[in-house]
């Protein structure tokens, strides 16, 4: 008993430390990964008599109003669920009840 005890003990040490390797290897990357877009950041030239262009990708004139911002914060995010053959499916009535 006091060896499994040891042993869990061990296997959890080495699992901590793993995890400890693979968060120091994911902030590697992630380090990387920005110094690589700072790179590319510094290469952007601005011009001072140009001015900004915006342009709202999910209307095709380009316009951002509220209601294109209310349709698209929306869109996808409700299911067209078909209720009815689960009032029609063949179950207790205690089954029926909940569903």
Sequence with gaps: MIGQC??????????????????LNKAVVEIHEYVLIWALIQQIELEDNREDNII????????????????IQFKGTLCKLK?????????????????
Excluded at 56 to 71: A, I, L, N, P, Q
Excluded at 83 to 97: G, N
């Design 6 to 23: 040891l042993s869990n003990k061990n296997e959890s040490a080495t699992v901590s430390k793993s995890k400890k390797f693979l968060d």
């Design 56 to 71: 709202w990708r999910w209307m095709e004139d380009g316009e951002y109003t509220s209601k294109s911002v209310h349709h």
């Design 83 to 99: 209720i009815m053959p689960i009032w029609k499916a063949k179950a207790e009535l205690k089954c029926r009840f909940f569903a």
